[in-house]
């Protein structure tokens, strides 16, 4: 097996519950957690894939994927493989839900998509936006994109595609974390 799978293990758009079998029959729900597949562009039609990596919902809630970005358990070996709920630490490490959710309700220890490549819808902050075509981006303290460029030792969430200046806005971000990198 190859560290990117092209089989998923359930359709973009849809959660494996806790309890329910894989479609790969073979892992164990929790052998999926951190796992990254790929899978053809279906939100955007770009004809690209889009990177997706399985997670676990360990946030004691259901959360609703309306376009914003989760940040992950701190426990010891549960970093990128459970999430906590949004992000709350502006430029923490943070990655968004796959868009082919759209509003979804992700019940509490249901495993689902989050985008670590590829296009992907991510609503800016409420208060002010000023980001040039193709800019870093970075997540603000309620897991949207901050609307401005992202300061030094902030994870970089990848570059929004058109310039934008509208508040709680869905914007197209390339998100491209599985290089790395930092804000200035």
Same mark, same amino acid.
């Given at each position: ?114 985008? %670590?490549? @590829? ?6 902050? !409420? +208060? #002010?936006?000023?980001?040039?075509? /193709?800019?870093?981006?970075? *997540? ?15 994870? %970089?969430? @990848? ?6 200046? !509208? +508040? #709680?806005?869905?914007?197209?971000? /390339?998100?491209?974390?599985? *290089? ?5």
């Amino acid at each position: 097996m190859s560290a990117y799978e092209r089989l998923l293990p359930f359709p973009r758009g849809e959660t494996l519950e806790e309890g329910n079998t894989n479609l790969l029959g073979a892992l164990s729900n929790d052998q999926l957690l951190g796992k990254v597949f790929r899978a053809p562009d279906t939100v955007h039609g770009t004809g690209q894939d889009v990177w997706v990596m399985a997670v676990k919902n360990d946030s004691g809630a259901a959360i609703t994927a309306a376009h914003r970005c989760v940040e992950f358990d701190t426990t010891a070996l549960d970093f990128m493989r459970k999430v906590s709920g949004f992000c709350d630490t502006a430029g923490w490490v943070s990655l968004p839900i796959d868009d082919a959710y759209d509003g979804d309700s992700l019940e509490d220890h249901c495993i689902f998509y989050v985008v %670590v490549k @590829g296009p992907c819808y991510v609503k800016t902050e !409420a +208060t #002010s936006v000023s980001l040039g075509a /193709h800019a870093q981006v970075t *997540v603000d303290g309620s897991g949207y994109v901050e609307g401005a460029a992202p300061g030094a030792g902030n994870f %970089v969430l @990848g570059r929004i595609d058109a310039a934008c200046t !509208a +508040t #709680s806005t869905d914007v197209v971000v /390339h998100v491209d974390t599985l *290089v790395g990198g930092e804000g200035a």
